[in-house]
């Protein structure tokens, strides 16, 4: 019993090394996101489906950003931002949508690469009297882009890669 209980400690603590493998970024993409982002602090490096991404903070800012590398040409950045950061635009055709009273939990603007910036809202509306989280996707002009319930925690940025 001790040893079958050994093997599976030492199982498990393997495959918690294996899974913390970080990808080592190449010198030239590091040395381009540091032309981008220079004071970016707390970077890591990882690979997610085909892409190379930065996770980061930018001291100051609100929130944590990721930045979005393909072949080492940047595609996207997504910066966590306070509900006040969003343009007025934006607010606006999400208040007159929801209210100014709907709670927000997150809120997240994406640039993209010759593209438009996009704002990302999660509010919690009332469906068949359940509390639900709602995903919406703004254009920077306030147009409302995408509305998902967000039932399996979504993450709407790969909708837009």
Not at 1 to 23: E, N, P, S, T, W
Not at 133 to 153: A, K, M, N, P, S
Request: hydrophobic content about 40%; overall charge negative; charged content about 25%.
């Amino acid at each position: 019993m001790r040893k079958l209980m050994f093997a599976v400690i030492l199982f498990v603590a393997a495959a918690m090394v294996v899974g913390c493998d970080d990808y080592k970024a190449p010198t030239s993409l590091r040395d381009a996101f540091y032309d981008r982002y220079p004071t970016a602090v707390d970077v890591e490096w990882e690979k997610r489906r085909g892409y190379q991404v930065a996770d980061f903070h930018i001291p100051g800012q609100h929130g944590d950003c990721e930045a979005w590398y393909k072949s080492g040409v940047w595609v996207m950045t997504k910066y966590d931002i306070a509900y006040s950061e969003l343009p007025q635009v934006v607010r606006t055709a999400f208040e007159s949508s929801y209210g100014a009273q709907a709670p927000v939990d997150d809120v997240e603007r994406l640039e993209r690469n010759n593209a438009s910036t996009l704002y990302f809202i999660e509010t919690e509306v009332v469906i068949n009297g359940l509390l639900t989280d709602i995903d919406l996707d703004y254009d920077e002009d306030g147009t409302l882009l995408r509305e998902t319930v967000d039932v399996f925690d979504y993450d709407n940025i790969y909708y837009y890669l």
